[in-house]
């Protein structure tokens, strides 16, 4: 299994400013996803972030409203740039170990309120 | 695409009780993971049936998958209030775009 921690765990930003969520993983992992979910929906994929590659986005996210950093196996920043009301989620890393049938964990959890 | 889609139920159940929930998706997968989320925070992961298995069990988790039909269900049984949670399948398909798809998800709400 895989540890996950990211700081903040919530925040209430301005509207035009810019918040960098950050993911610490326990182990090296491949593969990093950032996901997003908007109050009482499911959640939505917002990248693919695999060290040593740009990260891949989901169709409707652009690098830069979220750009993503990966320095390292076991390490990886969002960062939610120039906000408004609408990015107001909860913002959750995930990580996926090696192999075809790995099971996805996921982080606690960054709750943004923008206004 | 692929895509895990719950019945959009919402259970309420009493304490004890076993509290069912369906899946269906659309597409070949390679596995189906269920989550756990309490009030908005993360993600715990309950349990992963692989596309070459029927059932599994968990502890009070029973999960069975049907890759004929494309549905799974969660089964908890003896249910406690500690179940109280949102309840998400997601279909893994680890070759092409390589992404694990979320259904809706599933309020239960467990009655002491």
């Given amino acids: ?4 921690s990211q700081k903040p765990s919530r925040d209430i930003c301005q509207r035009g400013t810019s918040l960098t969520i950050q993911c610490q993983v326990d182990s090296q992992v491949t593969m990093m996803f950032w996901y997003r979910q908007q109050p009482g929906q499911s959640l939505t994929l917002i990248a693919t972030a695999n060290q040593g590659s740009e990260a891949t986005y989901e169709s409707g996210f652009v690098i830069d409203k979220f750009p993503i950093s990966r320095p390292n ?3 990886s920043t969002l960062t939610v740039s120039n906000m408004s009301p609408e990015d107001s989620s909860i913002y959750l890393c995930s990580v996926r170990t090696s192999g075809r049938q790995e099971t996805q964990y996921f982080g606690p959890g960054t709750r943004l309120l923008v206004l | 695409s692929q895509q895990g889609e719950e019945d959009p139920q919402a259970l309420s159940i009493q304490e004890g009780e076993n509290a069912t929930m369906n899946c269906s998706y659309k597409t070949s997968i390679n ?8 009030s908005g925070r993360g993600l715990v992961h309950l349990i992963l049936i692989r596309s070459n298995e029927r059932e599994k069990h968990s502890g009070r988790l029973r999960v069975t998958l049907d890759t004929s039909k494309k549905s799974s269900s969660l089964l908890i049984t003896a249910s406690r209030a500690a179940d109280t949670a949102s309840y998400f399948c997601a279909t893994g398909r680890y070759y092409g775009n390589n992404r694990l798809a979320f259904g809706k998800g599933n309020q239960v709400v467990v009655i002491p």
């Fill in chain 2, 31 to 38: 596995n189906l993971q269920w989550y756990r989320q309490n």
């Fill in chain 1, 73 to 75: 196996l076991t390490f």
């Fill in chain 1, 1 to 4: 299994s895989a540890v996950i």
